[in-house]
């Protein structure tokens, strides 16, 4: 159980273009949904925490007008990464958290997205 | 905010040895310690977890300690196996910011055989 998918896993686009990397839970309702960045030999980096049907919220330093982030439903949230350059290139992984918003629960990584801007 | 604070940054050990991974955390407060192992190109599995009102959790090969009034926890692999190898992240978790996790720096663990 607990399974996160991610799509796509790689994705190499031209400088200026957006992207878009979806982030599902297959077998559990996630009411949070997480961002992260990951740089090499680094680090996880949070990005944004967005629950369902709400606007994410963004940790200090990261543009939001760059970095759109819905969560249309329990099982889904999407990161496009719009007028994408190549300082943007990086690792990208979402996790999923089923608890009430007023617990601590577990979060369950994706497997991550790698992008690439030429 | 928390600071999770991870040693070492690099472990190597021979295959059946045990493997310790320590982290210090700043926050009295944090109650939610997860342990999560990172393969090359992948995404962080979760491994073991320890909440604050207990001392000690084993799951077969792995065990995590937690020490509440140092501030720390560890991470116990024992009879290591090559496919332990990977990079391994401890996080904390205080309660008034339940849905940030603040993770360790990592540590690269190789197992020779």
């Known amino acids: 159980g607990a399974v996160v998918s991610q799509h796509p896993s790689r994705v190499i686009c031209k400088s200026g273009t957006s992207v878009k990397i979806e982030c599902r839970s297959l077998d559990f309702q996630a009411t949070t949904m997480f961002w992260y960045r990951q740089f090499p030999k680094q680090s996880l980096m949070l990005m944004a925490t967005s629950n369902e049907g709400s606007k994410a919220t963004y940790e200090q330093g990261v543009e939001k007008d760059k970095f759109l982030i819905n969560h249309a439903s329990l099982t889904l949230s999407t990161l496009t990464v719009t007028s994408a350059h190549p300082e943007d290139s990086s690792f990208y992984i979402c996790?999923?958290?089923?608890?009430?918003?007023?617990?601590?629960?577990?979060?369950?990584f994706g497997p991550g997205t790698r992008l690439t801007v030429l | 905010g928390e600071n999770v604070e991870q040693h070492p940054s690099t472990l190597s050990v021979q295959e059946g040895d045990s493997a310790v991974i320590k982290c210090t955390y700043s926050?009295?407060?944090?109650?939610?310690f997860p342990w999560y192992k990172q393969e090359l190109g992948k995404g962080p599995q979760l491994i073991i977890d320890?909440?604050?009102?207990?001392g000690e959790k084993k799951d077969q090969r792995i065990a995590v300690t937690l020490n509440k009034t140092a501030k720390h926890f560890s991470l116990h692999i024992t009879e290591t196996q090559p496919e332990d190898s990977a990079v391994y992240f401890c996080a904390a978790t205080p309660p008034y910011n339940f849905n940030k996790f603040y993770f360790g720096s990592g540590t690269k663990l190789n197992v020779k055989p």
């Open positions: 996790s999923a958290s089923e608890g009430l918003v007023s617990s601590t629960d577990t979060q369950y």
């Open positions: 926050d009295s407060a944090s109650n939610y």
């Open positions: 320890i909440r604050s009102n207990v």
